[in-house]
């Protein structure tokens, strides 16, 4: 999990400065010692899968298939955050369904097991956190190693046919403690002899672009389940018991059980852009309030409480605040009693889908099509600008490279506002054509995922454009512009360093509350349509630059 870096580090969006250079340093550091240590560890670790697949040789192996192999007891693993491990839930549902006699177990951390705890495919749910393991210093700690003997002994007690090692080195080394016989992973993400039937590949490959999703059940497919296209959606089934205590809870807060409510969940792990800006978010909360007399709900952790508070000192109108009032489970209940909930990419974002509840995802960095939300109750928003998305998962946070967090930016309030507005009027699958702003598209006509909104702003005074429409019938040259165009952008943003600071301060100049009028005046947005899974090349293209935000009705 990233930390959340100094105030003093911190600009009035929410979003990281630029390091200095003693930072920058020390951040090389830090990654370079990090590279080294794993490759360290990977050459122990591939030594000893040496030994285990020499252990192998000359013993038969069945087919993992239904007709040929009957396990009893199933482990799937996944040592990750909330929101991967409720994109995992799929493995689960679909191995009961095709071993419906076998006993399934998850073993996950404990900071999110407990948002599957009433999972009727579980048997079982074990928590153990790798992450004690991260420092030097965790070896010589006796009750670590306590804890991983312990752990070991409630595994192999269970007596395991079968381990699935949905994600990460961790995971491979969990399932070849655990004793099961045989063990399904990517290859990749493991190290060498760890499984005995090594998938191919590895999550976020190059080229891939599948959803989380997708890997989860390429992993089930390998272990013998046959995909049906209702697999690809997580179902999560929350406690009675929490929908009983979260009604309480809001009760004792002044909401009636039969009152709307939106919730909003402002923050997110693993990187501070994939928050929508902060001043947004004032905004955004005052309009819910004073003019749709809605009840606004905030949600997160105890660690998100500053986070809050930042945005409530900026709000006219006070929503009500439940960060660090609820549980994991109640969390879950609270975002399935919402009408509607908006949030970042998120773990709540992923538990609200799951949930089957109404959601508003805002994404910058990263690819909604590879980590979005899967529900036909969803829809995401993202600025098209020629640098996003830029997230990698590759162990480094999401955060802006240029340190302009301008996909982020470009989403308005008033554009959140409208989509709002359109949920609470329209049916399912109705296609929103909102002027000339936005179009809300249904799911099956967005690669089988989920409404997606690509945003794509329109030009203005501080607008860069490359218009090469002449070009649209040579698939080379108009290549080529694409790249120039992107080469470009990339120097803009080095050149005009100050853009984001002005913006910042124009921004909160004009923050002002809620009167009641509705907004007026034209957000800047542009046109929204559906990306593809491999993009084209369009023959007008832009590079926006930051400008003045929309004025709002006083």
Request: aromatic content about 8%; hydrophobic content about 40%.
């Amino acid at each position: 999990m990233a930390q959340t870096p100094p105030s003093q580090y911190i600009d009035d969006y929410g979003y990281p400065t630029r390091p200095d250079s003693r930072h920058k340093l020390r951040n090389f550091l830090v990654r370079t010692s990090k590279r080294i240590l794993l490759a360290g560890i990977y050459v122990c670790a591939s030594s000893l899968g040496a030994l285990l697949k020499l252990g192998r040789l000359g013993k038969k192996r069945v087919p993992l298939s239904p007709e040929t192999f009957h396990p009893k007891r199933i482990l799937v693993l996944r040592m990750d955050l909330i929101g991967d491990l409720v994109l995992s839930l799929p493995v689960v549902r679909s191995l009961k369904r095709t071993y419906p006699d076998a006993e399934i177990d998850l073993l996950a951390i404990p900071s999110s097991s407990k948002v599957v705890m009433s999972d009727p495919d579980l048997a079982e749910v074990i928590a153990y956190d790798p992450n004690i393991w991260r420092r030097p210093k965790a070896l010589f700690k006796m009750q670590n190693w306590r804890e991983a003997w312990a752990l070991r002994r409630r595994l192999r007690a269970r007596h395991y046919d079968l381990a699935v090692s949905v994600f990460g080195p961790w995971a491979a080394i969990l399932a070849v403690l655990s004793g099961a016989q045989r063990r399904v992973g990517f290859g990749q993400e493991s190290y060498p002899g760890f499984m005995t039937d090594s998938v191919a590949g590895a999550h976020w490959n190059s080229g891939d672009h599948l959803h989380e999703v997708d890997y989860c059940l390429k992993l089930s497919q390998a272990a013998g389940v046959t995909i049906t296209p209702e697999d690809r959606t997580p179902r999560l089934h929350v406690n009675p018991q929490a929908h009983q205590e979260i009604d309480e809870i809001l009760l004792r807060e002044g909401i009636q059980p039969d009152r709307p409510i939106i919730a909003c969940h402002v923050s997110s792990n693993n990187g501070q852009s994939k928050r929508w800006p902060i001043p947004y978010w004032a905004k955004l909360i005052d309009w819910l309030i004073c003019e749709d007399s809605m009840a606004v709900v905030l949600t997160g952790a105890t660690n998100d409480l500053p986070l809050i508070e930042t945005i409530l000192r900026r709000t006219h109108e006070q929503p009500v605040n439940m960060a660090g009032k609820t549980s994991l489970t109640q969390l879950a209940a609270l975002l399935q009693r919402a009408n509607l909930v908006i949030t970042g990419d998120s773990g709540p974002m992923h538990i609200a889908a799951a949930a089957g509840t109404p959601l508003i995802a805002i994404h910058g960095p990263t690819d909604p099509v590879m980590s979005g939300p899967v529900s036909p109750h969803a829809t995401v928003l993202r600025s098209d600008i020629w640098c996003s998305p830029c997230y990698t998962a590759k162990g480094t946070p999401a955060d802006c490279r240029f340190f302009t967090t301008q996909c982020m930016k470009n989403i308005t309030p008033e554009q959140v506002l409208t989509v709002i507005h359109q949920f609470q009027s329209r049916k399912q699958d109705e296609f929103l054509d909102i002027g000339d702003s936005l179009t809300v598209v249904p799911a099956e006509q967005a690669n089988g995922l989920l409404p997606y909104l690509q945003a794509q702003s329109d030009a203005s005074a501080d607008t860069i454009e490359h218009n090469y429409a002449k070009n649209g019938n040579f698939p080379g040259l108009s290549l080529l512009a694409h790249y120039l165009r992107q080469f470009a952008g990339f120097w803009w943003w080095i050149w005009q360093p100050q853009a984001a600071k002005s913006t910042t301060k124009n921004l909160v100049q004009n923050h002002e509350s809620c009167s009641g009028k509705g907004v007026q005046g034209r957000s800047p947005g542009g046109v929204w349509g559906v990306p593809n899974a491999f993009p084209s090349f369009p023959k007008r293209s832009r590079v926006i630059a930051l400008g003045e935000p929309p004025e709002v009705a006083r």
